[in-house]
């Protein structure tokens, strides 16, 4: 089901103001106005939008990488299986 936002809505969706959402239909996001003859976007396009923005922002792009860095696991390679000295896993006892 298609879900319908005004600018307000929209603006609260996403977190950003309408002023934001109003650059956005200029600079060509689709929206259609409702019976009432307010400007409206469908929430998946609007949605759409933001996320490309998120991925051309220089900001957003280093908090992830700082977030990434924190939660990097060290691994023990030697620990990993098919690595290592695999004679010490073998029993001499049983063999092959």
Known sequence: MT???????????????????????????PMTFDDRGRRVVDEEVL?????????????????????????QVEIDEEELPGRGDWRKDIDPEEGL
């Open 3 to 29: 879900v319908w936002l005004n600018y307000r809505q929209a603006a609260k969706r996403v977190s950003r103001s309408r002023r934001t959402i109003r650059r956005w239909k200029a600079r060509g996001m």
């Open 47 to 71: 949605l759409a939008w933001w996320r490309g923005r998120l991925l051309a922002d220089p900001i957003h792009q280093a908090r992830l990488k700082a977030k990434q860095k924190e939660t």
